[in-house]
């Protein structure tokens, strides 16, 4: 037999030459593949991991969940799909959010068209063909559109600790948890980081560890989830209603049905402040932030909020130094605001100590624990819950080339631009999902990315109607929305603290503010650029 007729065929004649090629297979890249395949396009979705789900797939650490609430943390595309899936808990566990993921791609039919266990290592532009060579660990497939869903909070954030590799005990990122869980018992564990992650597993880390240290850079503001057993009324109510619940929910400012107070803090008088903060620390959940109209745009407005949730820090823990250190002196809310179950109770436990490294960063991991203040701290596990280099960490481990050859990393090296959060100058027929310059994390991203989902696809169903073969942002419409978006972003105090929105928590990377701030107007924009026949974006019928 002739050695061609052996050789295995290479992935793009496995594959044929595809309509489009998707990276990622989380929420986003599922629904795209869904949307696409639909509309009788040959896309398929790339994804690294070994299974489907994404962010839900990789952060199996105890206690990970949404803060969102599930029934709204949840696809809108289907009436019969909200219909029938039931949510157990107010915020669902991270096994809960995989096992309906992984229902909707069975359900959808979606699992013949993903590649899992494939990296995608490069993206190319062919300016002759107009078509996009992507090349990953298997091999080299075309596609006439490349679309990223490769998440906010994908690309893991470790420090670049000194001593790690001597390090004699065990060590895991939050974001990379292994699928066979983790047992603590009779271990000594440090915890380095108090965000989102840290927050959510602390507690539960502690019940388990014979003794949990944590070392806290910044102290971070949260309130409690009270969740439970999801209440059936409200299942009922929402169920009597679906399209009328969604439809508020996306006229309000983070596309999540948190109760807007149109009062002003400065306003109102300070037994209506407290009563408002009350009522919304009773109800818990991420929508204390829309306690008032001020509260992300005032300072003095934020400093009443931030008095309150220090207060009741107070109140919890028992030592008044280890309160002082949990106690935040930031803006409420330019940190992303934590949702927690327990967590500054934890504090009161006899097995758990804080170590403030806030004024001098950890020194060393050592072959027996980690040093820091001087001091070593004898470990049998650390676990790094340092987030996530966000927005651009994944998307910029590509190796993406536009027109001219220009890469990404290039055309970004002072920070993101974009136009919409779903185009880049320079790059046809290449689309974001939740990029930077859309409201993505400012938001309940599920609805941000089932619009943003539906605007590509309308776009390309809309550019086969009227035989176009390219589409691409301008460097005009791209400038001007750049600049909106900073200035939506400078009348607001979230760029006022050194956040991951602004990149701040990765050494190097630049200080730009990458979310848009405002679902409603975003849809609307997006909508109207969709209606003036993509305004802002130049439309070729050759490639
Ligand atoms: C712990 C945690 C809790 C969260 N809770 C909430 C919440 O309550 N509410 C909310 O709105 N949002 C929340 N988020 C944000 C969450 O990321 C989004 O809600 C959503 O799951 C993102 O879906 P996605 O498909 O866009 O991205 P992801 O779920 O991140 O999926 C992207 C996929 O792309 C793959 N990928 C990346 N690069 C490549 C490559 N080069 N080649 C192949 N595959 C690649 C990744 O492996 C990943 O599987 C949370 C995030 C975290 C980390």
Known sequence: MPDRARAKPSESERLGELDVLIVGAGFAGLYMLHRLRSAGLEAIAYEAGSGIGGTWFWNRYPGAR?????????????????????????????????RYVEHVAERFDLLPHVELNTRVNSATFDETTGRWSVETDRGVVSAQFCIMATGCLSSMNTPDFKGLDSFKGSWFHTGRWPHEGVDFTDQRVGMIGTGSSAIQSIPLIAQEASHLTVFQRTASYSVPAHNGPLDPERVREFKADIAGFRERNSQLPFGAGFKLNLAKALESTSEQRQSEYDERWATGGLGFVAAFSDLLIDREANDTAAKFLRQKIRETVKDAAVAELLSPDLVV???????????????????????????????????????????????????????????????????????????????????????????????????????????????????????????????VEYMREHDYACIEATEEAQDAWVAHVNEVANGTLFPTCNSWYLGANVPGKPRVFMPYLGFPPYVQKCNEVAEKGYEGFSLDSAG
């Open 66 to 98: 949404c803060d969102i609430e599930s029934i709204e943390y949840s696809y809108q595309f289907s009436e019969e799909l909200q219909r029938d899936w039931e949510w157990s808990e107010r915020y669902a566990t991270q096994p809960e959010i995989l």
């Open 333 to 459: 809310g330019c940190k992303r605001l934590c949702v927690d179950t327990g967590y500054f109770e934890t504090f009161n436990r006899p097995n758990v100590t804080l170590v403030d490294v806030s004024k001098a960063p950890i020194e060393e991991i050592t072959r027996n624990g980690l040093r820091a203040n001087g001091e070593e701290y004898e470990l049998d596990a650390i676990v790094f819950a340092t987030g996530f280099d966000a927005m651009t960490g994944a998307l910029l481990s590509i190796d993406i080339r536009g027109r001219g050859g220009m890469t990404l990393r290039e055309k970004w090296a002072e920070g993101p631009r974009t136009y919409l959060g779903l185009g880049v100058a320079g790059f046809p027929n290449f689309f974001t999902i939740t990029g930077p310059g859309s409201p993505s994390v400012l938001s309940n991203m599920i609805p941000s990315i089932e619009q943003h989902v539906n605007w590509i696809a309308d776009c």
